[in-house]
Structure formats: structure tokens, C-alpha cells
């Protein structure tokens, strides 16, 4: 039900409802903790009173008292009512008629209210317009429960990424790229893994970094601890580093990456949305580029944004998707997408790094349509910068 309702549903909804019983205020709330949260106000006129977004608390409030039965649902005249006469905000608003019922989860709790109020008695009020209230609630319940247990997995998903920040709850790990020619190790991609149970993919955590305005913050803390590879690496070899548009014009990239020497750095734009301003992003990695630093556009082949980036910022290195890889050896399709990426690569003079090689097949293939360099499970795991080390020390037998 709710995946075919418009988006202003619920506003459309309670201003209906509320011009049907000729109330001056309708309002949906949302109880948490000690709190009320208005989540959907229809007030016109009457705004400066009440606002969607504004919390009280629930002593402050009706709802509360009407959940434990010291006020009823249905007030025509808050007047006679001495509790209600007594509290600050019937006179604050002022409250003059009321009508109040719980909007329920599916397990019966009461997650919010639904409610009328106006600013004079109404006597005229019946149990039928109660009995009209509760039908709509008893309509709108699914969307309200629905929105307010996406709110609150995205508030403790919030949470969960700011304690991973703080606590740098997070592990490296290391895969080689190779020359598929030569077999031998070329750099190592740096790779980060999330410790917190239960397992949720990097880029589900960099959402929620994003959604909470805290990604670059996460970014960097990440790229500094899997910087400290660099210290026990061969010279020789270069560390891939994966960084976001969003981190490169953060203007942070530069301090980060002084301590190393530019020429071990390749720096892998991730980004599969479309980027609004490649001049401003290609002006931000110049100086980075001018320096020495070599830049990398990941996942090649995955979708229009990919290729996008590359006929824009003429990036050093060009990573083939997997999605290309896989299969590549059985596939014509994949096979003449991939000799188009090696012509293409060859007339801009970038170079071509293969990801997700799987098989013998896979790899024999790329080798013979010209790609040079490559990674995959099939040429070594992502792992501890330990057993990485191990690993390249000689060719696998993948290689052999």
C-alpha cells in the first residue's frame, strides 16, 4: 500500500480531515521517549503556533494524558475539564475543543497521535466525528508506522556510523594488482572493512556517513590508517587509495596525502552518481596531479556516469568493472566491450586495470584481448596487510 501512495499523501489527508470537522488545527505526532514530535501539521493561519518538526514534551502535551485515560479523546469544550483548564498550553494555544486518537504499530503500540483542535468550544462535536477520526487513523496507520520505522533505522544507522568514527571501528585490507604480462605486483588496492555486527558493505556505511554529514570525516580517518601500508610496502609498488568528489573538493586530500611520495599514490574516484561540475572536480585534482599523484576512475563499463568521468577528467588509470571481467572468456558481448576499453585506453594513453578476475579463464582471456594489469580473487584475496605482503613476495600459482 504504501509503495504506490504520493509522496503528499498524508499532508492531502489530514488537511481533508480537518476542513471535514471545521476544526482550526489537524496534526499527526510521533511519541519517542519522553517526547512528541510533530511529524504533519495542517494549521493555516495558524502556523506560528505550531510547526511540523516541533517537539514537546509528552507532560506538556494532551496526548499522554489521553493514552492513560485522564482526558478523554473527544473534549467539545476543554473548559470543563479541569485538568485540561489547568495546563499552560490549552490557554497557550488556546485550546478550545479537542479530538485525540492513538495511531498504532502493527503490534498495538502507540507510536503517535492523531489529532483536531480548535480555538474555541465546540459542543457540537459527537462520537461520530471520533468514530470519523479513528477510521482515518486506522487508513493512515500503515504510512505513519511504516515512516517512522524507516526514521528510526536511519537514525540508528546514523548513530552507528558517528560511533564508528568515533571509535574507528574499522579494519584494512589489502589486495595486489599485478602485471599480467610479467606477474609481478604493481601496487596494492586498500580496501576497508566495518567491524560492527551484524556485516553491512562499505559503501552502505559511507551512505549513512553521507546521510549524517559526516562521509568526508570518515573518509579521511580511513585513508590515514590505511596510508600506514606504505611504511612496510616495497618502494616499488604503488597503494591505490579510494577517495569520493566529495572528499577531492573538500580541499583535505592534500594534507592527508603529503608524508607520501606522490608517485606511490593512485587515487580512485568512486562515484556512480553523476558529478554536476567536472571542471570544478578536475580543478581541485590538478594540483594533486601536478604533484605527482596518478588518478584512477573505478568501475569502467558499470553505467553512462562511469564512462562520463573518464571522457572528462582523462584519468591515468581506467578501472574495468567487473561486471566486464566476469565471464569475459565466455561472453563475446563482455569481450568486444573490453577490446573497445583497450583501444580506448591506448589512444589516451591510460592504463587498463582489470577487477574481479575469478578464473584461469578470465584471466587468459584479458591477457590475450591486451590488459595489462589486473586483480582479482583469483590472483589474491583482499587480506591483511601481513598475508598481502606474503602473497606478493612471488607470483601465485594462479600465475604459474
Known sequence: MTDTLPEDFLDRALSAMRQHLGMDVAYISQMKGDLTIFKKVDAPGLEHLIRPGDIRSLDDVYCRHILEGRLPELIPDTSALPLARAMPITSAVPIGSHLSVPIRDEDGTAIGMLCCLGVRPRTDLSDRDLGFIRIFADVIGHQVADNAREEWERSERTDQVRQALEDRAFSCVYQPIWDLRTFKPVGLEALVRFLPSPYRPPNEWFADAEAAGISVDLEVEVLRREMNALEVMPQDLYLSLNASPALVLSGRLAELLAPAQPERILLEITEHAI????????????????????????????????????????????????????????????????????????????????????????????????????????????????????????????LA
Open 275 to 398: 558529478i554536476d561540475n567536472y571542471d570544478e572536480l578536475a580543478d581541485a585534482l590538478a594540483p594533486l596531479r601536478k604533484s605527482g599523484i596518478r588518478v584512477a576512475i573505478d568501475d569502467a563499463g558499470a553505467g553512462y556516469s562511469t564512462l562520463q568521468h573518464i571522457l572528462r577528467l582523462a584519468p591515468d588509470r581506467i578501472k574495468l568493472d567487473m561486471s566486464l571481467t566476469r565471464s569475459v572468456d565466455t561472453d563475446p558481448a563482455r569481450r568486444a566491450l573490453v577490446s573497445a576499453m583497450v583501444l580506448f585506453a591506448r589512444e589516451t594513453q591510460a592504463i587498463l586495470i582489470a577487477e574481479g578476475i575469478e578464473t584461469r579463464g578470465e584471466f587468459e582471456t584479458l591477457v590475450e584481448l591486451g590488459v595489462g594489469k589486473g586483480q582479482g580473487y583469483f590472483l589474491g584475496r583482499p587480506d591483511r596487510l601481513v598475508r598481502t605482503m606474503q602473497v606478493i613476495k612471488s607470483p601465485p600459482g594462479a
